[in-house]
């Protein structure tokens, strides 16, 4: 006999039946995974500091330089976060199936689709089981992560552009000079950097909560496959992606 918990009034599925293991992410991505976490908690601490120092030291002679390792801080996760980029990259074509550019990117007609009827399953509006079953991420997770990835492109190009002010005579200042000029001035800059971080703290709890509601529901270990790189899915569901 089968046991089943609820979610919102919904049936999640039997903790027992028939399940096989699946190998879905190598080290190099559960590494940049957490490294990439990380970075963006440290980047959001740091640079709302950076902004707004509220708790910055008084002018004596013996305070810290705070600010100072503030900024240092903020740019050592800067660049942690730019290396999990140029990892995830190479993983678009050297990775598994589940891994490569074609599973983050919902372009074919069935994937399309089924964004819709992910939608519809995210927001409890079908019946339990209608919902597309995907061994890896499912279109509305290609389309969010696709995001994640240009919003951080946003925030290292914005955050590299206002660190080089400092140096004008240097190469990263001729690499990045024309962003500041080319989006509007200073200010538009930092208002595009500001907001960009304010995403991120907005997709964090979302992120935080659908991978756990989908162990909920679905009971396939979804989290875990993070920190061990597989995970059991049902021999009874057809997968889309496999």
């Known amino acids: 006999m089968t046991s089943g918990g609820s979610v919102a009034g919904r049936d999640a599925l039997p903790r027992q039946g028939q399940y096989r293991w699946i190998y879905l992410w190598s080290w190099p991505i559960r590494a940049m995974h957490w490294v990439a976490a990380i970075s963006i908690v440290v980047l959001a601490v740091t640079g709302f500091f950076i902004g707004r120092p509220y708790f910055m ?24 976060l730019v290396m999990t980029g140029i990892v995830r990259l190479y993983w678009l074509f050297a990775g598994n199936k589940f891994e490569r550019w074609k599973a983050l990117f919902p372009v074919t007609r069935k994937d399309i689709v089924n964004l819709f009827r992910q939608m519809k399953h995210y927001g409890m509006l079908d019946k339990p089981g209608d919902e597309p079953h995907y061994v890896g991420h499912n279109p509305l997770q290609q389309l969010s992560y696709t ?23 240097s ?17 538009t800059v930092r208002f595009i950097h500001h907001i960009a971080t304010w995403a991120f703290l907005i997709f964090i709890p979302m992120h935080v909560y659908f ?31 496999e």
């Open 57 to 80: 030291a008084g002018g004596e002679a013996g305070s810290p330089y705070v600010m100072g390792t503030m900024r240092f801080i903020h740019y050592v996760a800067a660049a942690f």
């Open 147 to 169: 995001a994640v990835y240009v919003l951080a492109l946003i925030q290292v190009v914005t955050g590299f552009a206002l660190y080089v002010q400092a140096t004008p005579q």
């Open 171 to 187: 190469w990263g200042f001729q690499l990045m000079g024309w962003v500041i000029p080319g989006l509007g001035g200073l200010m």
């Open 211 to 241: 991978a756990t509601r989908a162990d909920v529901m679905e009971r396939e270990g979804s989290i875990s496959s993070i920190f061990s790189g597989g995970r059991f899915v049902s021999a009874d569901h057809r997968y889309e992606d």
